[in-house]
């Protein structure tokens, strides 16, 4: 149906040119233009679509970086910084390893100054369910099953998810972490459970510091890179150049 429709285009406009007694292309020349332009636009509408999709992302996540911090200093003058929080230590409904009590206690100081439509705490429905990947192809967690970490969709339909940094207890802010003493950790996937699912790609990590939040300063974000720190370079160099090295 769409090669009928080229057809007759292509030749109205020959029989435009030749009623005017003006030179013309012929028939031939201008399906051989037609089909070059259809070559170009297949070739370069999937660069202009992921150029496109790249912006969005490094947008959603400087957005997010923004309004994380800015939750964190409400939290801290209201509460003090992260390391006078009180936690629980000893989580009684650990069930093999998991404390999920932990994490939902540290999401609690940040909730009341984000934007949530949807709140799963630590039960699954508000991630893309299924195992995560890393930069390099290997596989992560499912975030979605493992109860240690407290999982939100953000109002901007981006998901985030947030964990207590250590199992062991009296070790707030004293997890490690790039050199860092961190005090928890948080996932941000910008385009929900759509895929690729995968640290660095659409999903970026930072910590939780006794009075800030940064990306992870792994320098990983690169090929055969784990991808933790593709968050920072974002946020550095506003792009995802890494992505086509």
């Known amino acids: 149906m769409q090669s009928k429709h080229s057809f007759s285009v292509a030749r109205k ?34 660069v202009v679509v992921n150029k496109y999709q790249e912006q969005v992302t490094v947008s959603k996540v400087k957005k997010f970086y923004s309004l994380i911090n800015q939750a964190l200093l409400m939290a801290i003058d209201e509460n003090g910084t992260v390391d006078e929080w009180g936690f629980i230590e000893n989580d009684a409904n650990a069930e093999d390893g998991e ?17 949530i439509i949807k709140d799963c705490g630590n039960e699954s429905g508000c991630i893309g369910s299924g195992t995560y990947l890393r930069f390099n192809g290997v596989s992560q967690v499912n975030y979605d099953s493992d109860k240690r970490y407290y999982k939100v969709i953000l109002a901007d339909g981006s998901y985030m998810w947030m964990r207590r940094d250590l199992d062991s207890p009296n070790s707030i802010c004293k997890g490690a972490d790039g050199g860092l003493n961190t005090c928890g950790n948080i996932w941000l996937d ?3 459970k759509k895929p690729p699912n995968t640290i660095g790609k659409d999903t970026f990590y930072f910590v939780i510091l006794k009075n800030t939040i940064m990306p992870a300063a792994n320098d990983d974000c ?16 506003g792009n995802m150049k890494y992505l086509y090295k």
């Open 13 to 46: 406009i020959f029989n435009s040119f030749a009623k005017l007694g003006k030179p013309a292309f012929t028939l031939a020349e201008v399906l051989i233009t037609l089909g070059i332009i259809g070559v170009v636009a297949a070739m370069t509408l999937p």
């Open 190 to 192: 910008v385009n929900g």
């Open 222 to 237: 690169k090929n055969g890179g784990g991808g933790w720190g593709c968050a920072s370079y974002i946020l550095q160099h």
């Open 99 to 115: 404390y999920p009590q932990r994490s939902n206690k540290l999401f609690s100081y940040f909730k009341p100054y984000l934007k």
